[in-house]
């Protein structure tokens, strides 16, 4: 710390010393100048009175005042007339004014000196404060800062205090987000048991009765797939394997494995024919959020309506457009559309508001955002954005 403090003391101590040295200067050279002018006053006013007194010695003062003789005046006169001037008579003052011209120098250099010591110090303080964002952003421990006594040290200390919070509230919200998914986990592979039970005993059913606990039984199936893919998503154990893959083509499959729903709805699955587009996706987990947003736009569609499904690319991104044509999303429902186990006004009597968060985790995590919203046509529409990867 005694260090830190004569780092931080050193510059201001040389700049008080240039202050001083550069003040010292000035003053020495202006009293010089005064002295000489004075000097010269009274060599100049005592050779005018000599010759206005005695006119047969004026040449002889001037071969005296040519050699060097002093003199005292007050009144400017006979030396000014021949041409000499305070500094043509100043003797002995040479060294005065290469003190005085030292001085001035020396100020100068350590002035500085002092601005450059001073700004290193600043830039060695700032790399200091930059170090600290720079492990906090790459989750590493916090520097310590040593220059306790410096300027900077407030906001040091408030970035480490700032950065601290936070590194433990994400820590937190970590260890909370591992609790909920090891109890998604646990409640998913609960429901197999009962589920086996179940699909036992509808076996030995009767016909209604086997095709209503079929029904739930697959739609129980459904909820602990769901339950058990969210658990892999907190917990990061799903792995994702980005290719090249047309987005035409995912989207086609999508649609294709829910023809038979749409069928049962009376709903047609509107993909129309494209040009080949190119994105970076894990197909298969693509083609699973794609089955998600058509299944929720046909659920919202009256028999006889259409789902359409429609592919554009720009130099930005390439997007994947799927519209219905049922009421639209309230205005309530649409800043919740993909929370967790939402369920707005229209949700469908067999849902249980997994699938769109599911849609929105998988997509996002392959660089895509997914947005919804009412076009001016009708319905409602989601829009996902395919980005190309960073770098």
Request: hydrophobic content about 45%.
């Amino acid at each position: 710390m005694n260090r830190a403090k004569n780092t931080g003391v050193l510059p201001v101590c040389l700049g008080v010393l240039a202050a001083g040295l550069l003040a010292a200067g000035l003053t020495a050279a202006l009293l010089l100048r005064w002295h000489e002018g004075q000097q010269f006053a009274l060599l100049d006013g005592f050779c005018t009175a000599l010759a206005q007194r005695a006119p047969q010695s004026a040449g002889a003062v001037c071969d005296l005042v040519k050699a060097g003789a002093p003199a005292f005046s007050r009144s400017p006169g006979m030396l000014a007339g021949l041409g000499y001037d305070a500094g043509d008579l100043a003797a002995g003052t040479a060294p005065l004014w290469v003190a005085a011209g030292a001085g001035l120098a020396l100020g100068l250099l350590s002035w500085l000196g002092g601005w450059w010591l001073q700004r290193r110090h600043t830039a060695r303080q700032l790399g200091r404060v930059t170090g600290i964002l720079e492990a906090a952003r790459a989750g590493k421990p916090l520097p310590l800062w040593e220059e306790r006594e410096s300027l900077f040290s407030p906001l040091a200390d408030e970035i480490g205090k700032t950065v601290g919070e936070l590194a433990r509230t994400r820590q937190a919200a970590v260890a909370a987000r591992d609790r909920f998914a090891r109890n998604l986990a646990n409640i998913a592979h609960q429901l197999k048991t009962p589920l086996t039970a179940l699909s036992l005993a509808a076996q030995d059913a009767a016909a209604p009765t086997r095709r209503a606990l079929e029904a739930q039984i697959g739609r129980l199936t459904g909820l602990e797939e769901a339950l058990l893919l969210l658990a892999r998503l907190d917990s990061g154990a799903l792995p994702l394997h980005p290719a090249p893959a047309d987005l035409f083509t995912l989207l086609t499959m999508a649609a294709d494995q829910l023809q038979p729903l749409a069928r049962r709805a009376g709903v047609t699955l509107d993909v129309p024919e494209q040009t080949p587009v190119t994105i970076e996706a894990d197909p298969d987990w693509t083609v699973e959020a794609l089955m998600n947003l058509i299944k929720n736009c046909l659920e919202h569609s009256p028999p006889g309506g259409a789902v359409h499904c429609l592919c554009t690319s720009s130099a930005l991104y390439t997007e994947v457009r799927i519209r219905d044509e049922g009421n639209g999303f309230s205005p309530e429902d649409l800043p919740h559309l993909f929370d967790r186990f939402y369920r707005g006004a229209g949700a469908g009597p067999g849902g249980v508001g997994i699938g769109l968060s599911i849609a929105k985790e998988l997509l996002e995590r392959q660089n895509a955002v997914l947005a919804a919203e009412n076009p001016p046509e009708g319905g409602g529409q989601f829009t996902v954005r395919f980005y190309p990867p960073a770098g």
